[in-house]
């Protein structure tokens, strides 16, 4: 299911530029086209960061040699470009939950979901902290904020957001950002094993290049 996303033409030829710098095999160029090409889609990149990309790719103190090693530095490089472009300084926080019966909060009464301030334009931004709001669709749920907000009023103080508030501050899409969120990791961790696969020999052009032109 995953191989039905094709690649569109800026990102084709953005491979044939990054093969001519790089000097990538074929069996490289495939793996990007067909299976990078997906990861980089899930995880929203647009034209706009591989073009901010490239130079600073090819103007990198370390330039890549090995399969992995390209994956990992166009990532680098993607995700530098698509900050930029977005304007989200990372702030580390948040936690997740396990989940079991209430489609909702699993049945412990509280709802893991993306921090409201990290939900920006359809996406939950990196490092994609979450809050908990109570759940009040689930009968555990109903009587966890019930209860809390007992012990909330009696300490004079405000009682738990529900997923209610919560998604009439945020809207109800929030569920399929989520998604696509994860659906994106698992797409980038097959892109990193496919990478890992192809051939280990070291880019033998790329190391003609780096011998011929020293900087
Ligand atoms: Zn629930």
């Not at 960061?49 to 103007?59: E, H, I, K, Q, W």
């Not at 993607?78 to 049945?107: H, I, V």
Request: net charge neutral.
């Amino acid at each position: 299911m995953y191989d039905t996303i094709e690649c569109p033409d800026w990102f084709a030829q953005w491979v044939v530029s990054y093969g001519r710098a790089f000097g990538i095999s074929a069996e490289l160029t495939d793996t990007m086209l067909r299976i990078w090409w997906p990861a980089f889609h899930m995880a929203r990149f647009v034209e706009a960061d591989f073009t901010r990309a490239l130079p600073a790719l090819v103007g990198a103190e370390n330039p890549p040699n090995w399969p992995r090693e390209h994956l990992g530095a166009v990532n680098r490089a993607l995700r530098a470009a698509k900050d930029q472009r977005t304007r989200r300084a990372p702030e580390p926080s948040g936690s997740g939950r396990p989940e079991a019966r209430c489609a909702w909060c699993g049945g412990d009464g509280w709802v893991s979901v993306p921090h409201p301030k990290y939900l920006a334009n359809g996406e939950w931004v990196a490092p994609h902290p979450t809050v908990t709001p109570a759940c009040t669709r689930c009968d555990r749920g109903e009587r966890s904020y019930q209860a809390h907000c007992e012990t909330a009023a009696a300490e004079r103080r405000p009682g738990p957001m529900t997923i209610d508030q919560y998604e009439k501050l945020v809207g109800t899409a929030w569920a399929e950002i989520v998604a696509r969120h994860e659906q994106a990791q698992r797409l980038m961790a097959r892109a990193v094993s496919a990478t890992d696969g192809i051939d280990r020999t070291p880019n033998l052009t790329r190391l003609a290049n780096a011998f011929a032109m020293p900087k």
